[in-house]
């Protein structure tokens, strides 16, 4: 069974930094490129950031470039979410994902597992 499991949320203020992580088991971690999405109240969920099996490709949507950074541990089964210079507009549960392949990284629609969700919330 399939298992994602996202820690490391929390309240913290803006201009502040927080880090997530996901730690993955039931699957083989190498096989599977991950991905950050979020979703604040009231909106669809959102690609915030992805990174390949290897961790050597990333990607980023353009409102968190810069700011944020994804990384996996492939020996700890684990991906996580660096959060620098938080913003308001950041709030949202944020939830990670895996897949097979790179094409349209962006969609969550192409992720075939999912986490049940860590809460973030920034302060202004």
């Known amino acids: 069974q399939v298992q994602l499991v996202e820690s490391g949320g929390g309240l913290v203020q803006a201009g502040g930094s927080l880090r997530l992580s996901c730690a993955a088991s039931?699957?083989?971690?190498?096989?599977?490129?991950m991905g950050w999405f979020r979703q604040a109240p009231g909106k669809e969920r959102e690609f915030v950031a992805a990174i390949s099996r290897s961790g050597g490709d990333t990607w980023y949507a353009d409102s968190v470039k810069g700011r944020f950074t994804i990384s996996r541990d492939n020996a700890k089964n684990t991906v996580y979410l660096h959060m620098n210079s938080l913003k308001p507009e950041d709030t949202a549960d944020y939830y990670c994902?895996?897949?097979?392949?790179?094409?349209?990284?962006?969609?969550?629609?192409?992720?075939?597992?999912w986490g049940q969700g860590t809460q973030v919330t920034v302060s202004s």
């Open positions: 039931g699957l083989t971690f190498t096989n599977y490129m």
């Open positions: 994902a895996a897949r097979h392949g790179v094409l349209l990284y962006y969609n969550p629609v192409n992720y075939s597992y």
